[in-house]
């Protein structure tokens, strides 16, 4: 079965520093991975995706994530953080391979970054 | 991207009434999705809504809690029955972006409270 796990609850960071999110997955064959935010009474917005090919993928806002499938992780990361970029951070995997095109979501990590 | 339109934004209800959220989408598409999102957890996928065909529920979900419409290719509704405090939750409406590693679009999500 898919899975996909954020460990922090919380993320802390002063604004201008680089801040990262972490996700890890698991996933019997191939993951399609995803990165969405959520501001305060809002719906998801997409921010990036790896399907394949370079490992770094950039995305909207300054974001980029980094996919390792030897640590299978896929962390969102950006070099200065805004105080907007305060926000619920989901981190979501398909299996390519999957019988079902199910999307999976971690439980979510609040980012705040500090001014 | 598609743009999703949601209704009601946000309602109280009493315990035991239904209530019927609209999703409308600005282009056609084939699925579409309802999710569920408790209060400072995860999303969670009810089913999947297919035009012309029944929804396909997740496990948890069943059709006489959750009935799905899905008259045409833009729209869609979801229905929450008899409905208690623990039904109290955002319910998200999304579509996939074309192709088979489109990533999701969600609407605004609608903000049920349950009294």
């Known amino acids: 079965a898919q899975s996909v796990a954020q460990p922090e609850d919380q993320v802390n960071v002063a604004e201008g520093n680089p801040l990262t999110v972490k996700c890890t997955y698991s996933?019997?064959?191939?993951?399609?991975l995803f990165w969405y935010v959520q501001y305060p009474n809002r719906g998801l917005q997409f921010l990036l995706k790896?399907?394949?090919?370079?490992?770094l993928v950039k995305g909207s806002y300054g974001f980029e994530a980094e996919f390792n499938k030897s640590q299978t992780s896929f962390h969102l990361k950006k070099p200065s953080a805004l105080v907007s970029d305060s926000a619920l951070y989901f981190c979501?995997?398909?299996?390519?391979?999957?019988?079902?095109?199910?999307?999976?979501f971690g439980t979510g990590t609040l980012l705040a970054v500090q001014p | 991207s598609a743009v999703i339109s949601q209704k009601p934004s946000r309602d109280i209800c009493q315990r035991g009434t239904s209530l019927t959220i609209q999703c409308q989408v600005d282009?056609?598409?084939?699925?579409m999705f309802w999710y569920r999102q408790q209060p400072g957890q995860s999303l969670t996928l009810i089913a999947t809504?297919?035009?012309?065909?029944?929804?396909?529920?997740e496990s948890g979900f069943v059709i006489d809690k959750f009935p799905i419409s899905r008259p045409n290719l833009t729209f869609s509704t979801l229905t929450v029955s008899n409905m208690s405090p623990e039904d109290s939750s955002i319910y998200l409406c999304?579509?996939?972006?074309?192709?088979?590693?489109?990533?999701?679009?969600f609407g605004e999500g609608s903000r049920l409270t349950v009294l």
């Open positions: 999304s579509v996939r972006a074309p192709g088979e590693t489109g990533e999701l679009f």
């Open positions: 996933v019997s064959g191939n993951p399609y």
């Open positions: 790896y399907i394949t090919g370079d490992n």
């Open positions: 979501a995997v398909r299996d390519q391979g999957g019988a079902t095109n199910k999307l999976i």
């Open positions: 282009s056609q598409v084939t699925m």
């Open positions: 809504a297919n035009q012309g065909s029944e929804a396909t529920y």
